[in-house]
């Protein structure tokens, strides 16, 4: 079956659901809550609900509730029970209802005292029922409205512009990680810390990697039941377990949604390219009188992607050595330079060394001289004929095609008032198509002078020169780009039971479930046979007056097809299906999970109910797959992909208390002390324990602190335990050759003695609420995530540099072939000193009615977020080769501010939404001394260079609404409206893919984009 039809299917199924079914509720109870105080009436309704209510109690007083009597669904009861009181429901899950008190011209007229209450939430940063304002670990929630407003084709985008999460992986810079199985990937990296530092969730639960890095890939997400996303900005291993040093992001479906709902959406570029598509349509209902729900939801979405760069920016912004340095005369070492091409590498073939250097051959093999500009730095050159030789602007994409399609379905059923049970299905699947980088080879291409596509003139001047074979470089042109795919495919399924029991007294919310995830993957990438090519480009005249390979002559039959590589336009579709192959991998990854959760209030205190979460969980995961036998060898220049075979499980238990230590006393509003503790034993590393401290604290009613200690780990996931020696090919600086720098092959393994890794985690701040100015709250917040024992694996430019340094350890694992020249370089995981990352955190909400303004400005409500976030500190300190600061580092680093406002103003049928995003200016390395004259030595540690500085960027994206009718609203989203240009940032003189001389982490490349469409809601 086709996936357009799976989709048509899926959607058939979600329309019948909703009409062979009616009703709008999953509990039917019966009710006897007198008219009273809300103090007392809503403690009492939940009760009787057998649920737990969050409610802002220090606005209460003087609220009264009506009667709530009879046999009605929950969600009948709650409308009665807030009727005329001035509050609202704003989420139900069956299990826990927030209220908040209602917005002002609900509450009351001409006044903005109650219009803008921040939305508490069921938050993801702790196990225990609180809301976000007295949660002591800092936490941004990304509501449905905030969803809405961005209207992003894919989620992962919209999540991965907030100020907290740096260098997150998207498909965009990660197309050219061919080797690393990573092309086309989103993956969310909190605090730059490193994408398997960030938990990742769907409701609640954990999701399987999608990668042989052990990467979640947020593309396999279904978005179309999304009702919010919380992202927990603070360590909470306690609460969730491991992974979670910089956080949690918890993407959080809509249980409990009724109706219909769809959405349909299209856009492109302002040049009319990268085209976009996203369809998403969603039904739930009730059946057997109200007892059982049933949710379902399809998605598809298409991203058309940008072949090349078919964009003006490109300047061929590059870092290369200073021809003229010395240590004591006082220039740089480092230079950058625009117009940047190179010396030993050409689209045809480049001659690289001896007197016929720069010799190229050109368009159908026709012989010339380059002309090397005016400073040339081996394998870079300025100026001269820098655009035929360097290969930045073409011909990798600048934005890889990707499709999506996803369904989840959910039932459950009330088989008591004091149980349900439930079960939960989805699919996910996300296919990306990638032209990636050319087929490179910085000199070490061997072209004897017999060669039978030699021009005859070249072989003559060799034999003049006495010359018997010359040596050349090529990107290979004729080859194309390297294409490559990957298919990521989720199977999820939940089962569970949950409910409320009486204990001792007390009321006690369970929720038992068991989870399997099964993660299949499919990488695949066409990449030349080192061995053919080596064969196919030695070409000589035979016997009988044909072209063949040296190699056939001495092993007739050996299948060897000539391959010319001395031009362009000239090598056969023969040779070139000769000399590429299919490097691929089919692999798996499992995830088994059995969890019990209990949460109740056995005990009060004197300020309160003491709330108390405790559970277990049982987790294995297992990895499995084949490659191609050439991938098993290395066979291929990139790819080389391996399956990794391997287990593990892991048993915790966890218990967490928030515990009310004043309320309502001198200086204290509220006091309050939260804390966990979590046991976990790892079959691979042992046992573990993680905990966390927090506390808030609330003077008078404007004004809330909050701190938070913790200690969280990460073990090492299944490709750090297991890899059994990942191929990848870039290009190196030897020092031990004078910085020349050629193609090297670099192995990483696997280490299965490697332990967990331990963080502190410090977090102190404040969130104000002012009284004297209604709808405005505000937060700042000090963090600070010291990781001992990280496990890293150091780059193969630090195991060379170290290895010359002296580090003989090191020098083991370079291998090097007769002519002293690298041929690989083995990289394994190992738990290093340190890694630290430190900042503060702050936002700002603001919301007024317009006619508080002033009454002539009529209707309607205008509201205000920012977000931002202060990188004090970012630094590595591997125990090795010293502390490295990646600190405003843009091309990949942590800038020094990220930042992000929107401005919001809606009045009846009409929203529109203005949002400004940013980043500072930074630095190409922390490590460079920035001179131009009388500079210091150039050291391994502290490199002089001419100029370190990256600029900043600001981008202000647009979006308006309109309400056609009750249940549809049309759209246009405009990002980047003034089509900025992205800053230059000079790539650096390693060489692993095409260099684009811009940072594709925090600068928008595509340019000004739109999208329109329509969605409704029945």
Same mark, same amino acid.
């Given at each position: 079956?086709?996936q ?25 109870r ?19 609900a ?14 009264a ?39 002002a011209?609900?509450a009351r ?36 409205e ?46 730059g ?98 007892r ?102 073409d ?16 039932v ?14 989805t ?36 034999s ?10 090529? $990107? ?33 919310? $369970?929720d ?35 072209i063949v ?22 090598a056969?579709?023969t ?25 109740g209030e ?17 987790r ?19 790819g ?26 001198f200086?204290?509003?509220? $006091? ?12 691979t ?24 200690k ?40 696997g280490?299965?003695?490697?332990s ?26 000090y $963090? ?57 955190d702050f ?21 205000l ?6 990188y ?25 501010w ?12 009409v ?13 190409l ?94």
């Amino acid at each position: 079956m086709s996936q357009f039809r799976m989709f048509q299917l899926l959607v058939g199924c979600s329309a019948m659901a909703l009409l062979m079914a009616s009703g709008a509720s999953a509990q039917t109870r019966t009710y006897d809550v007198p008219a009273q105080s809300a103090i007392k009436s809503i403690p009492e309704f939940a009760r009787q609900a057998g649920i737990q209510i969050v409610s802002p109690a220090d606005k209460l007083d003087g609220v009264a509730t009506p009667a709530v009597t009879g046999t009605m669904e929950l969600h009948d009861a709650l409308a009665h029970l807030v009727r005329g009181t001035g509050l609202r429901v704003a989420s139900n899950d069956d299990q826990t209802v927030v209220l908040k008190l209602a917005e002002a011209k609900e509450a009351r007229s001409g006044s903005a005292a109650n219009a803008a209450e921040i939305e508490t939430v069921t938050i993801t940063a702790s196990r225990v029922i609180s809301d976000a304002a007295n949660s002591p670990t800092p936490l941004t929630v990304l509501g449905a409205e905030d969803i809405e407003l961005k209207a992003a084709v894919n989620i992962a985008d919209q999540i991965g512009l907030l100020p907290a999460l740096a260098a997150t992986s998207n498909p965009r810079n990660t197309a050219s990680n061919i080797s690393g199985g990573i092309a086309g990937i989103s993956a969310l990296n909190l605090r730059g810390l490193g994408q398997t530092r960030t938990l990742v969730l769907l409701d609640g639960q954990r999701l399987p990697a999608a990668t042989l890095s052990g990467w979640i890939d947020i593309n396999t997400i279904p978005s179309g039941l999304i009702k919010r996303v919380d992202v927990v900005t603070g360590g909470a291993s306690a609460a969730w377990g491991s992974d979670a040093i910089a956080g949690v992001v918890n993407f959080v479906i809509d249980k409990n949604f009724t109706g219909l709902k769809g959405e349909v959406l299209g856009g492109a570029t302002t040049y009319g390219d990268d085209p976009t598509f996203k369809a998403s349509l969603s039904a739930g209902t009730s059946f057997a009188g109200g007892r059982g729900h049933v949710l379902l939801s399809a998605e598809t979405w298409y991203n058309g992607g940008l072949t090349g760069l078919p964009r003006s920016w490109y300047r061929g912004s590059k870092q290369l050595y200073n021809p003229a340095y010395t240590a004591t005369n006082g220039q740089p070492q480092i230079l950058v330079r625009q117009n940047v091409g190179y010396t030993t590498i050409a689209p045809g073939a480049i001659v690289t060394s001896g007197p016929m250097r720069g010799l190229y051959f050109g368009a159908n093999g026709a012989p010339a001289q380059l002309n090397y500009g005016s400073l040339v730095s081996d394998p870079f050159m300025v100026g001269g004929d820098w655009k035929y030789t360097d290969f930045g602007k073409d011909p990798q994409d600048l934005d890889p095609e990707i499709t999506h399609q996803s369904a989840y379905g959910r039932v459950s059923y009330d088989v008591t008032n004091g149980l349900e049970l439930y079960g939960e299905f989805t699919f996910s699947h996300a296919h990306s198509k990638i032209s990636g980088t050319p087929y490179f080879s910085f000199g070490g291409l061997t072209i004897q002078r017999d060669n039978a596509f030699l021009p005859a003139s070249v072989s003559a001047s060799m034999s003049q020169l006495g010359l018997n074979s010359l040596t050349v470089g090529s $990107w290979n042109a004729d080859m194309g780009p390297l294409q490559s795919q990957t298919d990521h495919t989720l199977y999820r399924y939940v089962v569970g039971a949950k409910g409320v029991l009486q204990i001792l007294g007390s009321e006690w919310s $369970w929720d038992i479930y068991g989870n399997r995830n099964v993660s299949e993957f499919y990488d695949a990438s066409l990449e030349p046979i080192k061995a053919n090519y080596a064969k196919a480009i030695d070409a000589v005249i035979g016997p009988n007056g044909a072209i063949v390979c040296r190699s056939s002559l001495a092993t007739p039959g050996d299948g060897c097809v000539p391959l010319n590589i001395l031009g362009t336009g000239v090598a056969s579709q023969t040779a070139l299906n000769y000399v590429m192959g299919n490097s691929n991998i089919n692999a798996h990854i499992t995830q088994s999970v059995v969890s019990g959760t209990v949460r109740g209030e056995p005990i009060s205190t004197w300020a309160g109910p003491v709330a108390v979460a405790a559970g277990v969980e049982y987790r294995r995961e297992s990895e499995g797959g084949r490659s191609d036998p050439l991938s098993l060898t290395n066979g291929y220049w990139a790819g080389n992909y391996k399956p990794i075979t391997g287990s593990y499980d892991v048993t915790e238990g966890f218990m967490e208390v928030l515990v009310p230590l004043l309320q309502d006393g001198f200086l204290s509003k509220s $006091w309050d002390l939260n804390a966990a503790v979590r046991a976990t034993n790892y079959s691979t590393s042992g046992y573990v324990t993680t905990w966390k401290v927090g506390t808030t604290y609330a003077p008078f009613e404007d004004v809330k602190f909050r701190l938070t200690k913790s200690r969280d780990i990460r073990a090492a996931n299944l490709s750090e335990l297991y890899t059994p020696g990942a191929a990848a090919t870039t290009t190196l600086s030897d020092p031990f050759l004078g910085n020349k720098s050629y193609t090297v092959l670099q192995l990483t393994t696997g280490n299965p003695t490697i332990s967990p890794e331990k963080a502190d985690t410090f977090d102190i701040g404040a969130v104000l609420s002012p009284q004297f100015l209604p709808g405005f709250s505000a937060s700042a917040d000090y $963090w600070d995530i010291d990781i001992r024992g990280a496990i890293s694996t150091l780059s193969a430019s630090t195991t060379v540099n170290q290895c010359y340094l002296g580090n003989q350890a090191l020098c083991g694992n370079i291998v090097r072939d007769g002519s002293g020249q690298m041929t690989q370089v083995y990289l394994r995981p190992i738990n290093l000193a340190k890694r630290l990352a430190r900042g503060l955190d702050f936002e700002a909400n603001y919301q007024i009615a317009v006619s508080d303004i002033s009454p002539e400005l009529g209707e309607g409500q205008v509201s205000l977020r920012a977000l931002v976030t202060h990188y004090l500190k970012s630094v590595t300190d591997d125990g090795i080769s010293g502390v490295t600061s990646s600190l405003g580092v843009n091309s990949g680093g942590v800038p020094h501010w990220l930042y992000s406002a929107r401005l919001t103003y809606a009045s009846g049928p009409v929203t529109l939404s203005l949002t400004g995003r940013g980043v500072s200016a930074g630095v190409l390395d922390p490590s460079y001394v920035e001179c131009s004259a009388n500079c210091p030595a150039s050291t391994a540690a502290h490199r002089t260079i001419d100029n370190n500085s990256i600029d900043g960027t600001f981008a202000i994206d647009t979006s308006f609404a309109y309400e056609v009718s009750e249940p549809v609203q049309m759209f246009l989203n405009v990002d980047d409206i003034t089509n900025e240009v992205p800053a230059q940032v000079a790539n650096g003189i390693s060489i692993g893919s095409a260099q684009r001389g811009v940072s594709n982490y925090y600068y928008d490349l595509i340019g000004r984009s739109f999208r329109a469409g329509v969605r409704f809601k029945f």
